[in-house]
Nanobody, 125 residues
């Protein structure tokens, strides 16, 4: 079993920044990829960003390109999401997720095996 623990959410004004962290534990080998999704009230969960553990290739939703950066620390088994130039429409619960099967379906929630509990990000206008 894998546990994913997120941190770093909070309340920020529009134009501000936040950094989310997610640490994985419980397995002796790394995942193929880790990602971030978000879900706003009344909306479906949507892809935000993903990173391959080997090689570090990154993938982003169009809505966050140029503003968000995903990165990883292999030694700490941790993935980060640096969020800059935040907008009110970025308000959502952000979920960390991990793919241990190598599905390569980075933007699809069914491509991942484990999920964190979520962390709230609120951007005020």
């Amino acid at each position: 079993q894998v546990q994913l623990v997120e941190s770093g959410g909070g309340l920020v004004q529009a134009g501000g920044s936040l950094r989310l962290s997610c640490t994985a534990s419980g397995r002796t080998f790394s995942s193929y990829a880790m990602g971030w999704f978000r879900q706003a009230p009344g909306k479906e969960r949507e892809f935000v960003a993903a990173i391959r553990w080997s090689g570090g290739n990154t993938y982003y939703a169009d809505s966050v390109k140029g503003r968000f950066t995903i990165s990883r620390d292999n030694a700490k088994n941790t993935v980060y999401l640096q969020m800059n130039s935040l907008k009110p429409e970025d308000t959502a619960v952000y979920y960390c997720t991990a793919d241990y099967r190598g599905t390569n379906s980075y933007s699809l929630s069914r491509g991942y095996d484990y999920w964190g509990q979520g962390t709230q990000v609120t951007v005020s206008s």
